[in-house]
């Protein structure tokens, strides 16, 4: 299987706190992206890290990308009650392969308690 | 900007019938569409990608006749699950990519959920 593994598979973190998520996958990749999904709903784009940066920053958000273990982490600062959701990486695989498709990882259930 | 919708938000239909799902780009262009499904609590699964104008690419595994994917505009793309089974009862999410939202982030639909009795 492509499929990406994530790590913890759930979390639960009192507000104020960080959340430290990690991503492994098995290929060479293009890019990797972090997606947020809110229990029954669709996933929101969080931030894009190109197999060339080691890491990236967005708002509250900090994504670390090693290619050599083909791992990346997703850090969340000061995290909220409203950042309870889940959290999935997913990745574009290098070329010749398509680029458009993502391999979506297993996800982290985040919970943040007020 | 870069909202995708999808409609029904939700369906429940009997076995045998079939279903369409819409997914809307509102506000750009999508050359390219990507139906997904997700089972409870577990991951998404890429079923097709769809390009404007043209047939979809299907996913290995993913049978092209039950899951008939029309992409015949750049904002709009159907997803029919044909002769629906309790089986395919599921999450069915959408996203689009176009031009101006750039070259790999995908933008998600709320999804739709079916349940088939």
């Known amino acids: 299987s492509q499929q990406g593994e994530e790590d913890p598979q759930a979390l639960s973190i009192q507000e104020g706190e960080n959340a430290t998520m990690n991503c492994s996958y098995k290929?060479?990749?293009?890019?990797l992206q972090w997606y947020r999904q809110n229990s029954g709903r669709g996933l929101v784009h969080l931030i894009l890290?190109?197999?060339?940066?080691r890491e990236k920053h967005s708002g509250r958000l900090r994504v670390t990308l090693d290619t050599s273990k083909k791992s990346s982490s997703l850090l969340i600062t000061a995290s909220r009650a409203a950042d309870t959701a889940s959290y999935f990486c997913?990745?574009?695989?290098?070329?010749?392969?398509?680029?458009?498709?993502?391999?979506f990882g297993t996800g982290t259930r985040l919970q943040v308690f007020p | 900007g870069a909202v995708v919708s999808q409609h029904p938000s939700w369906v429940i239909c009997k076995s045998g019938t079939s279903v369409k799902i819409e997914c809307r780009s509102l506000?750009?262009?999508?050359?390219?569409m990507f139906w997904y499904r997700q089972f409870p609590k577990q991951s998404l699964m890429l079923m097709a990608t769809?390009?404007?104008?043209?047939?979809?690419?299907?996913e290995q595994g993913v049978e092209k006749d039950k899951f008939l994917i029309n992409h015949a505009s750049l904002t709009l793309s159907t997803l029919t699950v044909t002769s629906a089974h309790p089986e395919d009862s599921s999450f069915y999410i959408c996203?689009?990519?176009?031009?101006?939202?750039?070259?790999?982030?995908?933008?998600f639909g709320p999804g739709t959920r079916l349940t088939v009795t």
């Open positions: 997913a990745t574009s695989r290098a070329p010749p392969y398509n680029t458009d498709k993502l391999i």
């Open positions: 290929t060479s990749i293009n890019n």
């Open positions: 890290i190109r197999s060339n940066e």
């Open positions: 506000d750009f262009q999508a050359t390219t």
């Open positions: 769809s390009n404007e104008g043209s047939k979809a690419t299907y």
């Open positions: 996203s689009a990519r176009g031009i101006a939202t750039g070259a790999y982030e995908q933008y």
